[in-house]
């Protein structure tokens, strides 16, 4: 054998060990790859599963924060309602007295003496006038006339006998009562039958 025939068989023994070596390296690779690939993809489900519960919380925090915006709104409006509603309520207050005295000046007065005649019919005017006025802005007048005795809108004074009407009807009205668009602002003073 010559040394050539010598040099071939040495590389064709070595072409075959780096071949084999090679096989044994790609099957040993392949697995390798493919355990790659299934991490990568078990990754990729878990992130976008956490993506969707990520968009879920953002949906219901946006919805959460719309509602709350709705409540705010809502509030904000019965507020500003109940304000204009009442904001006369100190004022109200305030004029009632004027009422009362005007009432009185007319019940005091001497109606069948044709001197006062020209003064009554200008405190009935003038009242008349002052209740249509004080109406048109929500102050109600209380009714106490045959109705029983209600602790929301009367205060019994005191109590007395009376055949005539039933136990808790209102026999009397000492101070008339006032609501400004329903909400209570006087109570009437009556006295009631026992």
């Known amino acids: 054998m010559t040394e050539q025939d010598k040099n071939m068989s040495e590389n064709e023994s070595n072409i075959d060990t780096a071949t084999e070596s090679s096989?044994?390296?790609a099957t040993q690779a392949q697995p390798n790859v493919d355990e790659q690939l299934k991490a990568k993809d078990a990754r990729i489900a878990e992130?976008?599963?956490e993506l969707q519960i990520a968009k879920k919380n953002e949906s219901e925090a946006m919805i959460r924060a719309r509602a709350e915006i709705d409540n705010v709104r809502k509030r904000v409006e019965q507020d500003v309602d109940k304000a204009r509603k009442f904001a006369l309520e100190k004022f109200?207050?305030?004029l009632l007295p004027v009422i009362d005295n005007l009432e009185r000046a007319l019940e005091s007065t001497d109606k069948d003496n044709p001197q006062?005649?020209?003064t009554v019919e200008g405190l009935e005017l003038t009242l008349k006038?002052?209740?249509d006025t004080v109406k048109k802005f929500g102050i109600e007048v209380i009714n106490t006339q045959d109705s029983q005795l209600n602790p929301d809108l009367h205060q019994?004074?005191?109590m007395v006998e009376s055949p005539e009407?039933?136990?808790g009807q209102i026999v009397n009205t000492i101070q008339k009562g006032y609501t400004l668009n329903g909400?209570?602002?006087r109570p009437a003073m009556v006295i009631v039958a026992k």
């Open 23 to 25: 096989t044994e390296q």
């Open 47 to 49: 992130l976008e599963q």
């Open 92 to 94: 109200s207050n305030e």
């Open 116 to 118: 006062h005649q020209a």
């Open 129 to 131: 006038s002052f209740l």
């Open 156 to 158: 019994a004074i005191s």
């Open 165 to 167: 009407h039933q136990s």
């Open 183 to 185: 909400r209570l602002i």
